[in-house]
Structures are given as C-alpha cells and as structure tokens.
C-alpha cells in the first residue's frame, strides 16, 4: 500500500512517521519550494509529546524547545488571577514544550529523510485536485512554472492546512473561514527571561490579550528567544488576510499595550524588539460532518482549524497522525480505517473548535473583567479559586490532556 499526503507541516511530516513506523509506505508532497522555518511559537500538549516522544523524537525536541512549567493568567494591570504547573512540574510523565514552529518542522522533516529516504518529500507540489478511480486516488499537483505532475497512491490525507485543497474540493459549499473578530500580531524577541524562564503567560481579557512564552533556552546571558502574541478586537467586517506570511507592524497595535509594563516583564518593550512582526486574523473553520470520503481524508488544521486559545491546535493534529497509522496498520482496508479514524477524532475535535469560539480555558480572564469590583490587591480574589480550576480541568479533559489520561496511556 502507498499512500499521498498533501502538505508537510507539522501534521503531514507527523503522520508519515507514524505511518513509517507502522510498516506503511508514504509519500509527502508540499507545495513550498523549500521547507523554511516559518513561523513563530507554539506549543506541545503532553498528550501528543508522549507520541513524539514514541516517535524517538524527545531528545531532538529537548535541544530545541523549552519544557513549560508553568501557566499563569493575569488581568490586564497585571494581577495575578490563576496559575498551574504544566508538564513534568504538574505530575505529567512527559514534558510539555513551547517550541518555534519551523524547528519542530525541521526536526520533523529531518526525520522524514533519515528513516524514509529523501524521494519521500517533495517539494514544489501543489495539490490542485484529485479523483478516486477503483482501488486508487489519481492526484494533480502543479510546479511553481506550471507544469503539472499526475501522481497516484492508494489513498490521499490531506494534510494541507487551513485553506485545504483537499477540503475544499470534499466541500465545495464551505464557504469562507469563520473569524472572531480578532487580529493578532505575533512575533519572537531575543530577550531577558521573565518569571521561571519556562512560564507561559496569558493576560488581559476577551477583547484585548497578550500571550507570551520563551521557546529557547536560556543563553550565558540569560537571554532566551520570547515568543509573544497581541490580539484585540476589531470590527467584524475588517478586511484580513488569512496567510500566515501577512506582515504586521508595530504602529497598528503596539501603542494600544503602552501601559501593560509589569514588574516581572515589559510587554511593549517586547514588541518593539522584535525583528519581525506576523498578522493573522483569528480564524477557524466550522466543524466539518464528514472528513472522509472513501480514499481520501482530512487531518489537521484542513480538518479542524480551531481558534488558539488552549494552544491546542497541532497536538490535535499530532493525534490525528497516530489515530490514521494506527487504523490503517490494524484494518489494513483503507476505507474501514478512514472511517473509524474519523469516528474516533472528529467528534473530539468538533467539541474542542465549539469550546475555543468561547475562549476555551482563557474564559477565567473574561470572567475576572466582567466580575471584579476593583478591590483586589496584588492578585485577584474575587473569583473563587475553585471556580477557576474547575474551569482548567474542565479544559484538559475536554481537549484529552488530564494528566490521569495521559499517564495512563503506555508508550510503544
Ligand atoms: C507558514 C506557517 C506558519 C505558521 N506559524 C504558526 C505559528 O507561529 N504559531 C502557531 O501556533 N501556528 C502556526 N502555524 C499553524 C500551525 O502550524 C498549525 O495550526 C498546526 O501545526 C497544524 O498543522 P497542519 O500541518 O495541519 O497545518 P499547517 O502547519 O498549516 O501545514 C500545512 C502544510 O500544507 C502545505 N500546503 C497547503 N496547501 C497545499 C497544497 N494545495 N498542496 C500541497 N501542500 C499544501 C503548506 O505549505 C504547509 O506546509 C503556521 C502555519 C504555517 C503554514
């Protein structure tokens, strides 16, 4: 059996290899010319680290991303609202990491090559359409001068992201992606560590936001590269560009967090440090009542874009990568495993994209804006702290992270 996936992110690399590892050949096909390391931070989830980790991908993370120990939420003056261990610090028997996009990409490509062999990436191939005839999917991918490459395989995932070919051809009524309403400016500064060196912080409320998380260790000098992102929120009908390419500038936004300078970090200072500054509006797709249609199927952000809150978006999409292998290796029978890998992960991720329309965990920010009557000291207690847990267990359960869940799961 040889099967095409479209697309060579985080989830298409990631899926190969579990693919590989079951004993299934694949071929990945990625329409960048090269793949660079684009993008900026974002983060592991213990629960798709620990099939990284499976993978014999720990030690590479390890030398390139943080373990974060912790979360911790803030109001918009820097009050204190809530905080939690994360990862190994919370009792998870594997890290959490808040790592740079493009070196998880790299490190997953690099793997790609060494175990399947360079001729199972190719670059330069974009997916323009396909058919199913009998027991194989004939695919047409174009080259950056036009040419077009007819390529077949027994199947086809498409891994390509949130503006998916492969989606939009299983759903041509689909429509646009559905927007909160929200733009966020993204960035990474080389900078002095805050807090623990391995804090990821979230503060502000639902309209106006930052996150901010080192995805490095820290240097002799005690510098670490600081992913950050800003977001608030603008009118509905503002024009956006859905491209995570999108250059944003300081002016747009910057001045808005001018006063956001806590002792423990300078969130402007931040911002105007940086090198290069992304814009992306905060998009997701409507959960899908179908991802697979006999050979073909859907993984990752092309089958469930989701809003970030919850940092949730490519663990999810690590899932999808072993639930696939492990249906195919098992059923053998490409369109049964379609199906049952569709039946085990769209309904869990369906939940998760209705749950981050409503801030997902973030919620405890919103309900300390809406709920305190300004009397609180350095740290908020106007919302009991049991109300504020209840809100990050609920969370980690819902999106498959409660360290029970995780733990219990053996490795192999
Ligand atoms: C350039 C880029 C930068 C990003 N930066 C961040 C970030 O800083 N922080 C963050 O949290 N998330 C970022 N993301 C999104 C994040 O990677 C995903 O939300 C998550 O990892 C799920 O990954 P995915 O593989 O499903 O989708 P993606 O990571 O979007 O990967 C999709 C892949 O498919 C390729 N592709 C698209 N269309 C076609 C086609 N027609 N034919 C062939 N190949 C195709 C794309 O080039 C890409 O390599 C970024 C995505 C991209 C593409």
Same mark, same amino acid.
């Given at each position: 059996?040889?099967?095409?996936?479209?697309?060579?992110?985080?989830?298409g690399?990631?899926?190969?290899?579990?693919?590989?590892?079951?004993?299934?050949?694949?071929?990945?096909?990625?329409?960048?010319?090269?793949?660079?390391?684009l993008?900026?931070?974002?983060?592991?989830?213990?629960?798709?680290?620990?099939?990284?980790? /499976?993978?014999?991908?720990?030690?590479?993370?390890?030398?390139?991303?943080?373990?974060?120990?912790?979360?911790?939420?803030?109001?918009?003056?820097?009050?204190?609202i809530?905080q939690?261990?994360?990862?190994?610090?919370?009792?998870?028997?594997?890290?959490?990491y808040?790592? %740079?996009?493009?070196?998880?990409?790299?490190?997953?490509?690099?793997?790609?090559?060494?175990?399947?062999?360079?001729?199972?990436?190719?670059? /330069?191939?974009?997916?323009?359409?396909?058919?199913?005839?009998?027991?194989?999917?004939?695919?047409?991918?174009?080259?950056?001068?036009?040419?077009v490459?007819?390529?077949?395989?027994?199947?086809?995932?498409?891994?390509?992201?949130?503006?998916?070919?492969?989606?939009?051809?299983?759903?041509?009524?689909?429509?646009?992606? %559905?927007?909160?309403?929200?733009?966020?400016?993204?960035?990474?500064?080389?900078?002095?560590?805050?807090?623990?060196?391995?804090?990821?912080?979230?503060?502000?409320?639902?309209?106006?936001?930052?996150?901010?998380?080192p995805?490095?260790?820290?240097?002799?000098?005690?510098?670490?590269?600081?992913?950050?992102v800003?977001?608030?929120?603008?009118?509905?009908?503002t024009? %956006?560009?859905d491209?995570?390419?999108?250059?944003?500038?300081?002016?747009?936004?910057?001045?808005?967090?001018?006063?956001?300078?806590?002792?423990?970090?300078?969130?402007?200072?931040?911002? $105007?440090?940086?090198?290069?500054?992304?814009?992306?509006p905060?998009?997701? $797709?409507?959960?899908?009542?179908?991802?697979?249609?006999? $050979?073909?199927?859907?993984?990752?952000?092309?089958?469930?874009?989701?809003?970030?809150n919850?940092?949730?978006?490519?663990?999810?999409?690590?899932? /999808?990568a072993?639930?696939?292998?492990?249906?195919?290796?098992?059923?053998?029978e490409?369109?049964?495993?379609?199906?049952?890998?569709?039946?085990?992960?769209?309904?869990?991720?369906?939940?998760?994209i209705?749950?981050?329309?409503?801030?997902?965990?973030?919620?405890?920010?919103?309900?300390?804006?809406?709920?305190?009557?300004?009397?609180?000291?350095?740290? %908020?207690?106007?919302?009991?702290?049991?109300?504020?847990?209840d809100?990050?267990?609920?969370?980690k359960?819902?999106?498959?992270?409660?360290?029970?869940?995780?733990?219990?799961?053996?490795?192999?």
């Amino acid at each position: 059996m040889q099967g095409l996936i479209a697309g060579a992110g985080i989830v298409g690399l990631t899926t190969a290899l579990t693919l590989h590892k079951a004993g299934l050949k694949v071929r990945i096909l990625e329409e960048a010319l090269e793949i660079k390391e684009l993008g900026v931070g974002l983060n592991l989830l213990p629960h798709s680290v620990k099939h990284l980790i /499976d993978l014999g991908l720990g030690p590479a993370l390890d030398s390139v991303a943080v373990r974060t120990g912790e979360l911790r939420f803030f109001s918009e003056d820097g009050k204190a609202i809530w905080q939690e261990p994360r990862g190994l610090d919370a009792g998870y028997d594997v890290p959490q990491y808040s790592i %740079h996009r493009g070196k998880l990409q790299a490190l997953l490509k690099q793997a790609v090559v060494e175990r399947m062999g360079a001729q199972s990436l190719v670059t /330069d191939r974009r997916l323009l359409g396909f058919t199913e005839q009998g027991d194989s999917v004939n695919a047409e991918f174009s080259d950056h001068s036009g040419v077009v490459h007819k390529v077949s395989g027994d199947y086809l995932i498409g891994a390509d992201g949130i503006n998916s070919v492969v989606r939009q051809q299983l759903h041509p009524d689909q429509g646009s992606p %559905h927007f909160a309403g929200l733009i966020l400016w993204r960035g990474a500064t080389f900078s002095h560590s805050f807090l623990t060196a391995k804090t990821m912080i979230m503060a502000g409320h639902a309209d106006q936001k930052v996150v901010v998380y080192p995805i490095s260790s820290p240097d002799s000098e005690g510098q670490q590269l600081i992913n950050w992102v800003a977001e608030f929120r603008v009118p509905l009908e503002t024009a %956006h560009v859905d491209d995570w390419k999108g250059e944003g500038q300081l002016e747009e936004f910057a001045a808005r967090f001018d006063s956001w300078q806590f002792s423990w970090l300078n969130v402007p200072v931040l911002f $105007r440090q940086a090198s290069r500054i992304y814009k992306f509006p905060m998009i997701d $797709r409507d959960p899908l009542d179908r991802w697979s249609f006999g $050979r073909v199927t859907l993984a990752g952000d092309a089958a469930h874009a989701m809003f970030p809150n919850g940092s949730n978006g490519a663990s999810q999409g690590i899932l /999808d990568a072993v639930c696939i292998a492990e249906q195919l290796s098992s059923q053998r029978e490409v369109v049964p495993a379609f199906k049952a890998f569709e039946e085990i992960r769209r309904p869990a991720t369906t939940r998760l994209i209705l749950d981050n329309r409503n801030t997902g965990p973030e919620r405890v920010l919103q309900l300390i804006k809406d709920r305190c009557p300004g009397t609180c000291g350095s740290e %908020h207690t106007c919302v009991p702290a049991g109300e504020l847990e209840d809100i990050a267990r609920a969370y980690k359960k819902l999106a498959g992270f409660a360290r029970s869940d995780v733990n219990e799961k053996t490795s192999g």
